[in-house]
């Protein structure tokens, strides 16, 4: 396993449409987080998972925003009803619990018009 | 709540120099501090881990110092490179296995 891979790289959406952004974690890390990075900033925490249980929400994340991580495995994180202020990157990440380095993925790239 | 400044928000070196970035913390009880470096458009690799009871770790050219007591770390970057040029994130978790709070990073640009 090289990594952890993140799907679409890129989305280009209209604002009011829903997307969905996949993350796969490396093999037999149990917690995966996402963070949300705009231009110029440092990445902002949204969520995280220890394997499928869904363990703290930003206050970030409205209504809209959804994440599942089903069988403990890959995880997806749904924007509904899409707004410009969405327009970011998506970051993945994950641990293995045992240890504290974090690897993250390659990011997903929101832009929505 | 935890917040932390990263200084300078730019840097521009010739190749060679020694350099030091700076990080700062508001809240001292962290678990551990690590840096990340970014190059454009793509995701964070980890460079170095410091654990709260540790003052610093080493990593080839690089070094990371931590000063828990007054929020303070340093990443020193000796003999820089042009392929050093990326930004460069710190980063503080509060508790194991948590979430982590970033700065805003510090761009370096080294110049051949």
């Known amino acids: 396993d090289t990594g952890v891979s993140q799907d679409p790289r890129h989305k280009i959406t209209k604002r009011g449409q829903n997307v969905t952004f996949r993350c796969d974690p490396i093999s037999e890390h149990n917690r995966l987080y996402w963070y949300r990075q705009t231009l110029g900033q440092g990445p902002e925490f949204l969520t995280y998972f220890q394997n499928e249980a869904q363990l703290e929400k930003s206050r970030l994340l409205s209504d809209r925003f959804s994440a599942e991580r089903p069988k403990g495995s890959f995880s997806t994180l749904e924007i509904q009803r899409t707004e410009q202020g969405d327009s970011a990157m998506y970051l993945c990440?994950?641990?293995?619990?045992?240890?504290?380095?974090?690897?993250f993925g390659e990011g997903s790239w929101l832009t929505v018009v | 709540k935890q917040e932390v400044t990263q200084i300078p928000a730019a840097l521009s070196v010739p190749e060679g120099e020694n350099l030091v970035l700076n990080c700062s913390f508001t809240?001292?009880?962290?678990?551990?501090l690590q840096w990340f470096r970014q190059d454009p458009g793509k995701g964070l690799t980890s460079l170095l881990l410091?654990?709260?009871?540790?003052r610093e770790q080493t990593s080839g050219r690089l070094n990371a110092s931590l000063d828990k007591s007054s929020g303070r770390s340093t990443l020193y970057i000796a003999a820089s490179q042009p392929g050093d040029s990326a930004t460069y994130l710190c980063?503080?978790?509060?508790?194991?296995?948590?979430?982590?709070?970033f700065g805003a990073g510090t761009i370096l640009r080294v110049k051949s």
């Open positions: 410091i654990q709260s009871s540790q």
């Open positions: 809240d001292s009880a962290i678990y551990n």
């Open positions: 990440a994950s641990t293995l619990g045992s240890t504290d380095t974090i690897y």
């Open positions: 980063a503080v978790s509060m508790e194991y296995g948590n979430k982590l709070v």
